[in-house]
């Protein structure tokens, strides 16, 4: 965001406002983490605020502050398609194209409001009238902080707004292991827990929250993995039975990817899971070093996100997706 697009936008927030945020379908906790502590900041600037998510999200992310303000889309339409028509400005974060908020799209692509896009994916649609955009940052939650420093206000930041960027810094850098993860990264990150983010606790509801069945669902997905030696890959599948046998929940399967990156000798990683009530297959992919798994997710799967983590959708049927 250049300094003309911060004065300008400095002016739209200095008088009260209605303002939606919104994050991408199926959000998770840098999506949570963005939204919630964007909500607190305006709520203190006097805007009259609505977050709308395009569906639900984990459990496990609902600890957060304001989490129950969150309008679910999926379960109260008309609220949200009315809140949207009133707004006066929009703020999309962790998403850089309005298909990615799956059937909120048509409301948004109508509204006459303008956009605040912040994101870090790559190739940014240019519906927004401001937009920070910036690839190279770990998280959107860490744009958030660069983004009270930009509006002067890094002084509004409470403990609850200081937890909600700090878990989606945590959760997208993969617990501040990924590339991503740089001096200045950790930087924030040590400034948020200043600013009263308690690291222990987050860590404990974010990775200390497992459920017997999600753990059962964890040993499927293990037993289910293959490993291609010769092309330095693995992937795991899950059906939509072994799904529903192990009582799956939003967000159990979160993070199963990751075990199969973790083999020694393994660069590129990939889950399937089926979804029967959407008529797709989910699929989300991991890597190491230059591999590229954007450029994969765009021009195989419908989907797209970073150098080393993407995700995306077919709508073949299980059995082909291992010959594909």
């Known amino acids: 965001m250049n300094e003309q697009q911060i ?34 900041y305006l709520i203190q600037l006097n805007h009259q ?15 957060m502050a304001h989490t129950e303000q ?9 609220l949200a398609d ?11 974060l962790d998403h850089n194209a309005l298909h990615r908020t799956g059937e909120m799209q048509t409301i948004l692509e109508e509204s006459t409001a303008s956009f605040v896009m ?23 939650c860490q744009m958030m902080y660069h983004f009270f420093e930009m509006m002067d206000h890094v002084e509004y930041i409470t ?11 945590l959760t997208d850098t993969g617990s501040f292991k990924y590339r991503s993860t740089t001096s200045t990264t950790l930087r924030v990150a040590a400034a948020l827990v200043d600013k009263g983010a308690d690291a222990e606790s987050i860590n404990r509801n974010i990775y200390d929250a497992n459920s017997v069945s999600r753990l059962k669902l964890l040993g499927v997905a293990l037993n289910n993995m293959t490993v291609l030696s010769n ?7 899950l059906t939509q039975q072994e799904l529903d046998d192990n009582a799956f929940k939003k967000g159990d399967t979160e993070g199963f990817v990751n075990y199969a990156l973790s083999l020694k000798d393994v660069v590129f990683a990939q889950i399937f899971i089926q979804k ?34 993407a995700g995306g959708k077919s709508d073949l049927d299980m059995k082909l997706q291992s010959i594909n």
């Open 276 to 309: 029967a009530d959407e008529g797709i297959i989910k699929t989300s992919l991991r890597s190491k070093g230059n591999f590229d798994v954007n450029t994969l997710a765009r021009k195989h799967w419908n989907g797209g996100g970073h150098l080393n983590a």
């Open 7 to 40: 004065t300008a936008l400095k002016k739209e927030l200095s008088h009260p406002k209605k303002i939606v945020i919104v994050p991408h379908k199926g959000p998770d906790g840098d999506a949570i983490g963005s939204i919630t502590s964007l909500y607190e």
């Open 159 to 169: 403990p609850s707004m200081a937890a909600s960027m700090y878990t989606g810094i």
């Open 118 to 140: 912040i994101d870090h994916h790559q190739q940014p649609d240019p519906y927004a009238t401001y937009m920070y955009s910036d690839t190279g940052m770990s998280s959107t």
């Open 231 to 237: 092309y330095r890959t693995a992937f795991i599948t």
């Open 49 to 63: 605020v609505h977050m709308i998510s395009p569906n639900d999200f984990p459990d496990f992310l609902k600890w």
């Open 70 to 78: 969150i309008i679910n889309y999926e379960k109260d339409s008309k």
């Open 82 to 92: 009315y809140i949207i028509k009133e707004a006066d400005l929009i703020f999309s």
